[in-house]
């Protein structure tokens, strides 16, 4: 089972390797640099967790819970 | 050269030569210019120290949802300056996009300059590969090379600029440092001593056909646009706010009114406009 962004803890960080999305969401996620192969930091979560800050590309970028279960990644221990 | 109205900490950006900040004086401008770039590069930083205004910089919570603009003279020529709201794409997906895309897609630009960071390249030359696909007429500002410096990296301005096809000036913005030669490129570019010669993806050949059934009847449609193959890509690509513009009339000519015959049917559009 792998991971999604979303399952991460704080302060972990984890390589990209898939996003299970299409068209413009997909590439929207892209624009904001969550491409296959980056390294991505969690910095922190909201209250439940949703929104969720990471780092990403030398820049922090919050996305919805919904959106980081559709990003793929594989943990860095 | 007029009296400097900034009070930023590091003092007034000088910039030599025959220049002039117009503050809002912007009527009868020969040369309009923007501003784009992602969030934080650096943009407004640049706009006041050419216009000689003074908006909000950093990282503050209203951010630029709306554009200023200002206007300079440098040489014998009067630009207008605006300055667009931060973004990290032109996909229209919110507001920031929607002002920034409109606005160089069809706000009869004369040159685009994309403010770039520095330490943050592979982040920023995104937006910049979408800017390219619009328009020929771009100059990358390569800011905040204080901090890239600082931080142990070298970029390489002529390579980047041979592998764009288009100028890139490195700058530090809030310092003042090369603006000189920003506003000469400029000049270069906006009366075509200068020209370009971007670098655009290769479209994989099947959508590459697409694009070009397509580009007839948007050129007959939208004579007045001067970026048709952009408007096809995103048609195929399933873009709603184009798909809307496109059916509520929003891209036609306002000289001219309305181009699009009610009962006229172009089978190739109706077709893109259904996937
Ligand atoms: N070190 C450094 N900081 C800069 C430079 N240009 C702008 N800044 C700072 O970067 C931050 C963001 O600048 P701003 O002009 O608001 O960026 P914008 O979001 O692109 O409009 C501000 O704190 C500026 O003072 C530069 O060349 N070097
Ligand atoms: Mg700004």
Known sequence: MPASLADLDTGQKARILDLRLQGLERRRLMDLGFTPGTEVEVVMKAAFGDPIAYMVRNTKIALRKQQAEQIIVEPIS | ?275
């Open chain 2, 1 to 275: 050269m007029a009296g400097c109205q900034c009070t930023q900490a590091a003092g007034c950006p000088t910039v030599s030569g025959n220049f002039t900040r117009l503050g809002i004086n912007i009527d009868n401008y020969d040369f309009l210019i923007a501003l784009a770039g992602n969030p934080n590069t650096g943009k407004t930083t640049l706009f006041n120290a050419l216009s000689g205004l003074r908006q909000h910089t950093g990282n503050w919570p209203g951010k630029t949802v709306v554009r200023s603009e200002g206007a300079f003279r440098h040489h014998e020529y009067k630009y207008k300056v605006v300055d667009l709201p931060g973004t990290y794409s032109l996909l229209s997906t919110s507001e920031d996009e929607e002002i920034a895309r409109d606005f160089i897609l069809f706000g009869n630009l004369d040159c685009v300059v994309v403010v770039v960071d520095a330490t943050a390249l592979e982040r920023n030359l995104n937006l910049v590969l979408q800017v390219l696909e619009i328009t020929d007429r771009v100059v990358v500002a390569l800011n905040l090379m204080d901090e890239a410096e600082r931080k142990g990296l070298y970029v390489d301005a002529r390579k980047l600029s041979r592998e764009l096809g288009v100028p890139v000036v490195p700058m530090v913005a809030r310092e003042g440092k090369g603006i000189d030669q920003l506003l000469q490129t400029v000049e270069d570019v906006v009366t075509g001593r200068l020209s370009t010669r971007p670098r655009r993806i290769d479209l994989d050949p099947q959508i590459e056909e697409a694009v070009q059934q397509l580009l007839p009847h948007l050129k007959n449609l939208y004579p007045h646009l001067s970026n048709h193959r952009w408007l096809a890509m995103r048609l195929l690509e399933g873009d709603r706010s184009i798909e809307d513009a496109i059916r509520n009339d929003a891209l036609a000519d306002p000289e001219t009114g309305s181009t699009v015959p009610a009962d006229e049917e172009i089978p190739e559009l109706e077709a893109a406009l259904e996937v």
